[in-house]
């Protein structure tokens, strides 16, 4: 039998090892994770006008899956052409959505940023707010007497959802398109959240409110409609 020279030898192994490298294909690695994009919106609720305050609200979501517990959520405030800038901590109303209450103290452009810091990811969306000077009317803010809110909610459990509703009704009709939110806190607490209502008939907007625990809340029904600005303060009980 005849013996390989050494030359042969060497090429045999370089050819080997060529072809174990084609095992693997290009651009992957073993045990590589693809992760989901951080996404949030900002939006807001209320009128954007100077001296009027708003609620300024980021929801967010990493793909179909709503983000309930952010590690952190910083909304930045600042007026084209300054330098200087607000940070607000928003809070968790749940359903992924974190907001702030402000108020635009001058007319002019505003870049609102929301801060989102999440199972290592951040992200940084940005919106551009023109706040509208506030021209005085005629009117006074509570133009009329014949003003009414009648408060609905069915029995509140700890824990569950609970419908929320209010009846609008202005000078014997029901008032329709107006910003209606609902303030809720519970009794002896600092801390409030806000949930925008939705005009499912006309003058009634409703929306649904989660209860953490037992005891008493508070619910305070805010309305706004260009000069009008009224609230009512309704004291449920939830199981």
């Not at 390989?4 to 174990?20: D, E, R, T, Y």
């Not at 967010?60 to 901590?89: H, N, P």
Request: overall charge negative; aromatic content about 6%.
């Amino acid at each position: 039998m005849k013996k390989l020279p050494a030359f042969s030898i060497l090429l045999v192994l370089v050819l080997l090892a060529g072809c174990q490298e084609t095992e693997m294909p290009e651009g992957k690695e073993v045990n590589s994770t693809v992760t989901t994009p951080l996404v949030a919106s900002i939006s807001s609720v209320g009128d954007l006008v100077a001296g009027k305050e708003i609620i300024i609200e980021a929801s967010v979501k990493q793909g179909k899956e709503v983000i309930q517990e952010a590690d952190e959520v910083l909304i930045e405030i600042r007026k084209s052409g300054s330098d200087e800038r607000t940070m607000l901590g928003a809070k968790n109303i749940g359903e992924g959505k974190y907001q702030v209450l402000h108020t635009f103290p001058d007319s002019g452009k505003y870049f609102v940023i929301a801060h989102v810091t999440t199972k290592g990811l951040h992200v940084m969306p940005e919106k551009e707010f023109v706040i509208e000077e506030h021209k005085p009317s005629e009117t006074s803010a509570h133009p009329s007497s014949d003003f009414s809110i009648e408060f609905f909610n069915n029995r509140a459990k700890a824990g569950q959802k609970s419908d929320v509703e209010a009846a609008i009704i202005l000078d014997g009709k029901p008032l329709t398109a107006a910003n209606v939110s609902f303030e809720v806190w519970k009794e002896g607490s600092e801390e409030s959240h806000f949930i925008k209502a939705i005009e499912k008939e006309s003058g009634k907007y409703q929306n649904k409110v989660s209860f953490q625990e037992e005891g008493t809340y508070k619910i305070q029904v805010h309305v706004e409609k260009g000069e009008l600005h009224e609230h009512q303060l309704q004291t449920i009980e939830v199981e």
